[in-house]
């Protein structure tokens, strides 16, 4: 495991998805609206203008200039995107604005990735689908904006994750229900273009209401919820190629419904809960450097099941 751990900083030090972005939003989580922008360099908070309403469960990419936040509610299921121009920089003068894309139904808890010009959907809940889905939806955004189904899963999924790795999406744990003993250790791999799946080694436990990041050839798998519906702070490393998982050193706080994003060889989490109540402001960052947890400072007001950015 360690010479393992060890060709994992080597091979990523240099290799990061975040480049020399060193903004992160934060957006919405369970009965909060405000948003908030983390400078990395200069370690400092500040706030955005606020969602136009709250957004629990909803999913957040980076495109053309714009931060824009699909579905997910707190009072009712939408269907709709909203989005923020940051160009040149994000401030309080930016706006948020209807987007013209619409999903293809009124979602929460699903998780969804920018694929070249669409997003691609996987699984959440629906009130007027028929409760937790299982169909993968390819949505355009740009014009017309086509919406279709492109295949399902095995099983429905919600408070689950995805990463991309060129035209393999895997899709991570989550629940199948709406209890929690009805998480998921499996993982799924699903390949676009020849729209086929392929079951994955699992995860070492069932987890849902977790956050994941890609590091290299790797899934970082961060806290979520046990079988109990009990916070964890356990960090799992899954390697896409061998299947191959391994524990990094443990969060300082137990996190379910946490936000995560990398910023150069750091991997920085944010809000979640924990057994306390109320939801956490905490910020902390892991190092693969130092291969070490740090604090950071805190965000303005507690988060869970928010959304998160690098810009």
């Keep these: 495991m360690a010479s393992y751990i060890k060709d994992i900083k080597k091979e990523n030090t240099t290799n990061t998805t975040s480049?020399?972005?060193?903004?992160?939003?934060?957006?919405g989580g369970c009965g909060v609206e405000s948003v908030e922008i983390f400078n990395w360099r200069q370690r400092t908070w500040s706030p955005l203008q606020s969602l136009p309403e709250v957004h629990l469960g909803a999913t957040s990419f980076v495109y053309n200039n714009h931060v824009t936040i699909a579905s997910g509610c707190f009072y009712h299921d939408i269907d709709d995107m909203i989005r923020m121009n940051i160009n040149p920089n994000p401030d309080l003068s930016m706006h948020w604005s209807r987007c013209p894309v619409k999903l293809p139904t009124k979602l929460i808890s699903?998780?969804?990735?920018?694929y070249n010009d669409h997003l691609i959907i996987t699984g959440g809940h629906s009130r007027n689908s028929g409760g937790v889905l299982e169909c993968i939806y390819e949505v355009e955004v740009v014009p017309p904006y086509t919406v279709k189904t492109l295949s399902r899963m095995p099983e429905p999924r919600r408070l689950h994750s995805t990463q991309l790795f060129d035209d393999n999406l895997f899709i991570v744990g989550g629940i199948t229900?709406?209890?929690y003993q009805d998480n998921l250790s499996s993982v799924l791999l699903y390949d676009i273009k020849k729209n086929r799946f392929k079951q994955m080694t699992p995860l070492p436990y069932e987890v849902s209401e977790m956050a994941t990041v890609r590091w290299g050839d790797n899934i970082v798998v961060l806290g979520g919820a046990d079988k109990?519906?009990?916070?964890?702070d356990t960090v799992i490393i899954y390697n896409v190629k061998t299947g191959q998982s391994d524990m990094l050193p443990s969060m300082r706080c137990k996190r379910q419904g946490c936000a995560a994003v990398v910023i150069g060889n750091n991997i920085v989490v944010m809000g979640g809960k924990s057994k306390r109540l109320p939801d956490l402001n905490s910020v902390e960052a892991f190092n693969?450097?130092?291969?070490t947890w740090q604090e950071l400072p805190e965000m303005s007001e507690g988060r869970y099941l928010h959304t998160a950015v690098v810009v």
């Design 177 to 179: 229900t709406h209890e």
């Design 228 to 232: 109990r519906g009990k916070g964890l």
């Design 110 to 114: 699903h998780s969804s990735v920018l």
């Design 288 to 291: 693969f450097e130092s291969y």
């Design 19 to 27: 480049g020399d972005k060193e903004n992160i939003i934060v957006a």
